[in-house]
Every structure is written in C-alpha cells, then in structure tokens.
DNA sequence: ATGAAAGCGCTAACAT
DNA sequence: ATGTTAGCGCTTTCAT
C-alpha cells in the first residue's frame, strides 16, 4: 500500500439515487413566511440575542408548521468545524470493542460531537479509505484503532489539524499520541503465574504476529519463561488468525505428542474462548490463562483466570487526549500505557498434570 | 417529552474552538497550482472523463503537493446526499448490539455509506436528540432501536424523505417500517418447554415494562402458562431495571418461600448473566431458559438453553430495506418478523427439583 | 432589533 | 478538452 493521495473518490453516494433532500424547506423559505429576514431566523434558530419575543413566536410558529430543521452541512461549510469525531476500529462485533466504544462516545457526546464509526476488519487498506473519507467529511478528530502499521498517509491530516489518537496499537512511521495498554507486562505476569504454580511447559496461542499487541504479549511470554530459566520450544508458540479452526488446531497440537504443555496462555479474548472449549474436552486437567476477561468467566469450571485490561479507560483516556488537542491544551504526542490486571479465578493456578 | 420542533441546537460545536479546517488547500489552490481551471481539478478528483493524462497528471502532482482532500461538507451541500446513515441504539457495549451494529455498518460499506452510531441509553429525550441532530446532518436514512414510544417528532423528517427503519422494536404513533424478532412466540416457545419438561412454578425476570420486547416476552410467558392451564401467582414475575443487583434480588425472591419456582425464564441476555449467577449458588437445581445467546453458553454446567434471536439478520433485515427505501423500490411501511430459535443445552431440561 | 450581501468549497449547467 | 458562472443553505459582516 502507497500513501499517495490516489484516487480521491474513496466512498461514493453510489445508488443512493433521489431529489436532494426531498425539498426541505430552508431559512430562507422560514422567513418568508414569518415575514422576516433571514438573518433573524438565523438567530432564532440559534439562540442569538436581539429579537423581540414577538418576533421569535412568528419565527417559531413558521418552523414548525413547515417542520424546518437546520441543515447542518451547510453550517459545517461555513463554520468550519464539523463536531464529529471518528472511530475506526477492528469490529464493532467484538466484545472488547463495546465498551471502548462507547466510553468514546459519551465523552464526544459531553463535548457536543457525534460518533462516526467504522470497521477494518483488520484490513489496512480499508482502515486508510476509511479514515481518508472521515477526514473527507471532516471530522474534528480520530480515534484509530489502527490495522496497518505505515500512516504516513495521515500527514497532510495532521498538518491541516485533524486531532488524532491511536489506540490499542501504536501509530506507524508518524508521530502521534498514543494510548496502549501494558501488553508485555501483563503478558509476562500472566506466565509468570502458571511458572509460580510449577508449570514448565506452557504453549502460548496468539493473533497475527503483525498486529502490535500479539507481538508484545509474545514478548511477554518469552520474557517470563527467560526470567524463569525455561527455554522455550518452538512448538509451545502458535501466532495466526483467531479462527476458531486455526485455534483449535493449534491448541490441540500443543496438547498432543509426548511432552505436551501443561499449561496455555491465550493472546487475546477470541483464542480464550477456543482454547477454552478445547481444554473442556481433554481428560487431562490443563491450567489456562488469558489476556482479556470475558463475560461469565467466573462462572465456568474452573473459573477463568485473566489478565484484563481496562477498554473502557482506553477509550476514555484517548478521546479525552483527542479533546485536548483540539481545544490547544496539548503540546507534543505522547505514548500513555495503561496497566493490566491478573484475575486469578482457577484455571491458572491448577498444578501441572505431570 | 413534546414533539415541537423546540430549540433547535441540540448538539453545539462547544469548546471545538480552532481555525476553520486548519487552513487546508481547496480545488481553487489545486487549479491555481496546476495552472487549470477549477472544474478540471472537479474532474480529476471525481474520475470524471474529460481530462488528458498530460493536465490530470499535473493536477495529481499539485493535489499531492498542497495534501489536498475533498471537503465533503461542500460536496454534500450541493448534492443533497450525504451517503451517510445513522443508527440509533440503546447501548454500544452490549454485546447483543454488536452483531447488530456489524451489521448495519457492513451494508452500508456496501452501499457507499458511513454510520454515524449513538447510544440513547434507554432515554426518550436522548433518542430523539440524538435523531434530530442526526437528521440535522441530513443523514440519508435512520435505523433506530427506540428508547421512547413516540416518534411523531418524526414526521416532518420522514415526509422529507429521510428513510427510516426501526428495529428490535416498533415505532410509536407513527407508520413506519419495523423490523423484529418473534418475541411474543419466542418467549411462549421457551416457558412451553420447561413445561414440557414437568415445571409449573416457573418465574419470569425481565427488563422494564416499558420496553416492547420486555412486555411481549412477558406476553409470550403468560401464553404458554395460559395453554398449559397453570395460573401464574403475581410473585413469579418481575419485571425491571436490568441492573444486576435488582435482577439478583428478584431472583433470590423467587427462589424462597414456601413454594418457591422451579425454573426461571430470564427476558434478555442481561438479566440471563445475573440469574445464571443466583442459580450457580442454589443448592438445589433449578431449571433455567433466557432469551438471547450468550458467549460460552454452552461451557457452563449445565449448559445455558436460550431461545436465540439473530441479532445480525435484525440488522442486516432493517438496513436492506432502508436502502430499498432510499433506491424507490419500496412503497408502503412494513412489519417484519424474524424467527427465533430454541437451542437446547441442559439447563432448560433439568426436571423440577420437587 | 433587523436585514442585505458576501462567501464557505464544492458541483451542475452551460460556455468555449 | 477545458473553463466560467451560479448557487446549495447557512453564518459573518456590516448597514440600517
């Protein structure tokens, strides 16, 4: 992928075939039949001082019998600013993106600005369209969950003050705030924990080695087992698709042979819940810790045990960084690394098996 | 709540001080820099014919020089289509909206279209804020999952032609296109089956009232008590907020007492996390059936039966037919009903524990 | 207190 | 093949 500017058409009204706005009735057509300026039913729309009483009931009673509503693109044209804010992420499915959403968008909705929201599925290329037609319809800032790992494309965007923030994963050849959470750290605390409970042999099964926090929790994982003097076996780490196939596949593989792991660790939320489906089917007790908490892991037998991070406080603290830059507060980009917390429910503290 | 047109500034710019758009380039800098005329640039942004490869790539190299991007603020104000489409929800973290929402966006992609995405919390005042600021931006068409039982506020904006689809729930005093699950057969369905398997003393836990789907599950338990000739004690039922203390409290109610019941039905997928944790801590088994899927239902013991809905095809259902609207080839307002499904696991089997 | 005129950046319609 | 003009619906500026 190039960041040239490229074909500029990137998301077209396409079929959207019809009358522009099926003829709404505007200002203009509000003042005629109040019997006044356009100016003054500007005002009264917006709430300006400097019309009499009078005067704003006949301007009232107009827009309502013609059911006006203020066309905000052509506000937007005029005044510069758009009060909306973009999100792109991986999947709006996913359950670790639900909170994170939303925590984004009450704090947009405290600041008067509206969510627009969108899906990479993982795709960088999508991921750029995406934010090129947020930038496009020019929203006052983005929030990216980024795909790719080369935004440079976003240059032009960043000079012209597109307030941006990336978060979960960290920008790629540009300069830009970032919030991440401690994906090495509670990787490694999360192995450290099986290692205390006498485990040796333990598989780690993560998401493609190209998305940052994959890889970091990887890191994570070989950091613990090295701080714990186990050498680590090619066959104990499994990174690819989150496919439940794929996943199953490398957990039973991991499981098999003559000197299977006792122990798994799950890179993300969408491995857990294969690998936990797996581990449910083996005779063999296997101790299982996840990155992630899920719904109802507390409720399973044995209870799950995680490391969580916090996608509310992600979203929250990257969008209110966002308001920030855009209100002049903030100087240079910043990294803000938020911690991880192990949940220790059962699966990670049963003993080896061996 | 009234439907008047009312102060029309629902959502202000506020704090978003800053220059207008941060001094970017417009067609007019591009053609001024390429040396051509400014609807050359026009055609080269917009692919159109008409242009020789010598002048469009001059126009390229200046587009790519100033980091020029189409203002589609402008673009919209003279088109009169936005290619944007809003969907209103009741809550971006709940994982029953993911799907949904995944939905919607994935359809909309299709069809050139972005998603502008709020939560109305379950607020009247906040659904219709946050519909009229939608409509406000002109989007093309709406998807909402109400929160209130009015929608006469909409009026003016559906004879403007903005196509509308209310999902998961209907619209309220207006006639309007509405897609839903099968609550009312889906809920009898579910209660017919503890029946089936010797229950009578069966309680009912759902969402608050007011709420369509809540009063038509509770409609739809009421049914298969009704068929079965069991008359239903006022103790059997609560409905409510779906916080988890309210729903525990309702629970441990109806689990006590002289005669307690012996199988619950919980009305969503909320009040199903809660009373699947009230049951776990009974000493005595008592039978459980929800209505939606849950993630890792299958994993607990016993394994969760629910009647599910298909939250995607809500979505998917809904937008299609917003599209059908927006292209004319749909005339009048609908009632779609989608199916549910009953998937049994073993916690809907369990015999009664008297 | 009210209004007229200019112009935001683009596209449509019509020249050349 | 390319350019010119008008105008989308609003806000800004400046008169009255």
């Known amino acids: 992928m190039d960041h040239r500017t490229g074909p500029l058409i990137v998301l077209e009204p396409s079929r959207l075939a019809g009358t ?19 100016k003054t039913v500007s005002r009264v729309v917006n709430g300006e001082p400097g019309v009499t009483p009078e005067t704003e009931r006949r ?14 693109s052509a ?3 005029r005044k510069g600013r758009t009060a909306s804010i973009g999100l792109v992420l991986e999947d709006l ?16 909705r405290a600041h ?8 990479s599925a993982e795709d960088p290329e999508r991921e750029q369209e995406l934010v090129l037609a947020l930038c496009a319809r020019r929203v006052d800032g983005l929030v990216i969950i980024p795909a790719g790992d080369d935004h440079r494309y976003l240059e032009p965007e960043l000079r012209a003050g597109v307030a941006t923030v990336f978060v979960d994963r960290p920008a790629g ?23 205390a409970h006498g485990h040796r042999r333990i598989g780690f099964i ?18 613990a087992m090295e701080d714990a003097g186990i050498p680590v076996a090619e066959a104990w780490m499994s990174l690819g698709a989150t496919d439940p196939l794929r996943v199953r596949r490398a957990a039973e593989e991991m499981l098999s042979g003559p000197s299977p792991v006792t122990a798994i ?24 810790v996840g990155f992630d908490d899920i719904e109802l892991a507390d409720l399973l037998q044995p209870g799950v045990t995680v490391v969580a991070q916090d996608a509310a406080a992600l979203g929250r603290t990257a969008v209110e960084r966002l308001f920030r830059q855009l209100d002049g507060s903030l100087i240079a980009p910043e990294k803000i690394e938020l911690p991880t917390r192990l949940i220790t429910r059962g699966s990670g503290e049963l003993p080896p098996a061996d």
């Open 20 to 38: 522009r706005y099926g003829n709404r009735p505007t200002m203009k057509d509000v003042a005629a039949r109040a019997g006044v300026g356009l």
């Open 59 to 72: 301007v009232q009673d107009a827009i309502e019998a013609l059911g006006f509503r203020r066309n905000d």
């Open 75 to 77: 506000r937007v044209l």
């Open 93 to 108: 499915a996913d359950p670790f993106y639900g909170p994170l959403s939303r925590a984004v968008e009450e704090v947009a």
């Open 112 to 119: 008067g600005a509206l969510l627009i929201n969108g899906s």
């Open 173 to 195: 050849r540009i300069d830009a705030d970032v919030v991440l959470s401690d994906n090495h750290g509670g990787a490694r605390d999360g192995v450290a924990h099986l290692i």
């Open 206 to 223: 993560g998401d493609m080695p190209r998305i940052h926090t994959a890889a970091e929790r990887l890191r994570g994982y070989r950091a």
């Open 265 to 288: 660790f799950a890179g993300n939320n969408r491995v857990t819940v294969t690998v936990i489906r797996v581990l449910a089917e083996q005779r063999r007790q296997v101790a299982f």
